[in-house]
């Protein structure tokens, strides 16, 4: 089977499943960036198909830790969205944001040792050069993306900084985790006066997910 084939079909990848029509496929976040970590050589260092599956691994795993955060998530936005019928039921909201914050953490901790063992991978060059001959502002009118999202995926992915797209989750990922502790204390104190908070939290997270999806619709075009 072609490398290359293989690599976008096990794909380095965050899953997240946004039916965004009726019986479409589910977009995999970041998918395909497996293609980029290839069989090259960095001195006398051969890095092989193996070599990014196991960088796959973490990937994979990140995004479990991921899609379990952003599920506690909703269910806790849900409960205190009723809270007007369900009640205030501040103890047990701080248990879900807890277990929130502690899958995002353990996603970013993946996501750390990812990025590093990612560092020290060599690249699929031709794929880099497909990512640099990609014809972006079309792609971005074509299917109606998020302009300001795509902006920054274009910026890394048309100068081949892989490494860059990985650092923007962890980013994001990082982000979540400190709102999550301001969520925390403000529960702790029973001083919930709005949903500001839980709105930028929301927000943060629907951020995360179209840029991983933006990623693996790229990825997906060039293969």
């Known amino acids: 089977m072609n490398k290359k084939r293989v690599y976008t079909r096990f794909g380095l990848g965050i899953v997240f499943f946004l039916v965004l029509y009726t019986g479409v496929f589910p977009y995999v976040m970041s998918n395909g960036i497996g293609i980029v970590f290839s069989i090259n050589t960095i001195g006398s260092t051969t890095h092989s198909l193996e070599d990014s599956l196991n960088l796959e691994t973490y990937v994979i795993k ?16 849900n409960k205190i969205e009723n809270k007007d019928t369900l009640g205030m039921d501040y103890e047990g909201w701080i248990i879900s944001t807890e277990k929130t914050k502690e899958l995002i953490d353990n ?23 497909a990512l640099a001959r990609f014809d972006y502002d079309t792609f971005l009118v074509k299917n109606k993306l998020n302009p300001v999202i795509f ?52 927000e ?18 060039i293969n």
């Not at 990140?62 to 936005?77: C, I, P, R, W």
């Not at 996501?111 to 560092?119: H, P, Q, V």
């Not at 925390?184 to 929301?202: A, F, K, P, S, Y």
């Not at 943060?204 to 075009?221: D, H, M, P, Q, W």
Request: aromatic share 12%; glycine share 4%; charged share 15%.
């Open 107 to 129: 996603a970013i901790t993946t996501y750390s040792i990812l990025i590093d063992k990612a560092e020290s991978t060599s690249y699929n060059y031709s794929v880099l050069d």
């Open 151 to 202: 902006s920054k995926i274009k910026e890394s992915l048309s100068q081949g900084d892989i490494i860059g797209i990985l650092k923007t989750n962890y980013a994001n990922f990082t982000e979540i985790s400190n709102m999550l502790s301001s969520l925390r204390n403000e529960l702790v104190n029973q001083n919930l006066t709005d949903l500001t908070i839980i709105l930028n939290i929301n």
């Open 204 to 221: 943060k997270y629907s951020e995360t997910t179209l840029f991983g999806s933006y990623v693996a619709r790229i990825f997906n075009e």
């Open 62 to 77: 990140g995004a479990s830790y991921y899609l379990e955060s952003n599920t506690v998530f909703q269910d806790l936005l």
